[in-house]
């Protein structure tokens, strides 16, 4: 099945620095990777997800960037923000209609 | 858009009982509902995936007879923790995909508390 590595587990930035998390997966056949933000005692909601056919998707200060052939894929928050404080997890899917695979999250801390 | 709802939010119970929890898209249609569980401070596992009007498909390890799943409808999905005991207190939360779409989206959770 599919695997999904999630470096690192904690990040702390300044504010108006730029923060960068990097996932890896197993699966050559995965074609859908979503990011998700959470917040203390809130689910998960959906912030940028790119599919395979793609390299790049940006959306404000948020962008993804997805490298086939290393199988790995970041999430990039640019002008970081406390509220962008939450813990963000990637996930993978070998078929956009499957289940996920979630990382293990990264705990991103923005001080002001 | 693309909001799902949980009910309820939080909820205590004694041990031995049943606990019913409900998950409900409330601006589309979701063909498919997930229900994960989520301990402290660790991600998302999956429990089970539910197709409207067929039966859940439980992840291994899953006791589908403790916890019952019904996807009644294309925009209602329910959680049933039977004969509940401290080791099930955990934060349960569903998500919905709508037809012929790759994206999840969560409910808001709910936080279980055996006593």
């Known amino acids: 099945g599919e695997n999904v590595e999630q470096h690192p587990s904690t990040l702390s930035v300044q504010e108006g620095d730029s923060a960068v998390i990097k996932c890896t997966y197993s699966?050559?056949?995965?074609?859908?990777f979503p990011w998700y933000k959470q917040e203390l005692g809130k689910g998960p909601q959906l912030i940028i997800d790119?599919?395979?056919?793609?390299g790049e998707k940006k959306d404000q200060r948020i962008a993804v960037t997805l490298n086939k052939t290393a199988k790995h894929f970041s999430l990039h928050i640019t002008e970081t923000q406390p509220e962008d404080s939450a813990v963000y997890f990637c996930?993978?899917?070998?078929?956009?209609?499957?289940?996920?695979?979630f990382g293990k999250g990264t705990m991103l801390l923005v001080s002001p | 858009g693309a909001v799902v709802s949980q009910h309820p939010s939080w909820v205590i119970c004694k041990s031995g009982t049943s606990v019913k929890i409900e998950c409900r898209s409330l601006?589309?249609?979701?063909?498919?509902m997930f229900w994960y569980r989520q301990f402290p401070k660790q991600s998302l596992m999956l429990m089970a995936t539910?197709?409207?009007?067929?039966?859940?498909?439980?992840e291994q390890g899953v006791e589908k007879d403790k916890f019952l799943i019904n996807h009644a409808s294309l925009t209602l999905s329910t959680l049933t923790v039977t004969s509940a005991h401290p080791e099930d207190s955990s934060f349960y939360i569903c998500?919905?995909?709508?037809?012929?779409?790759?994206?999840?989206?969560f409910g808001p959770g709910t936080r279980l508390t055996v006593t």
């Open positions: 998500s919905a995909r709508p037809r012929a779409s790759y994206e999840q989206y």
């Open positions: 996930a993978a899917t070998s078929s956009g209609y499957s289940t996920l695979t």
């Open positions: 699966d050559s056949a995965s074609n859908y």
């Open positions: 790119i599919r395979s056919n793609v």
């Open positions: 601006d589309f249609q979701a063909t498919t």
């Open positions: 539910s197709n409207e009007g067929s039966k859940a498909t439980y």
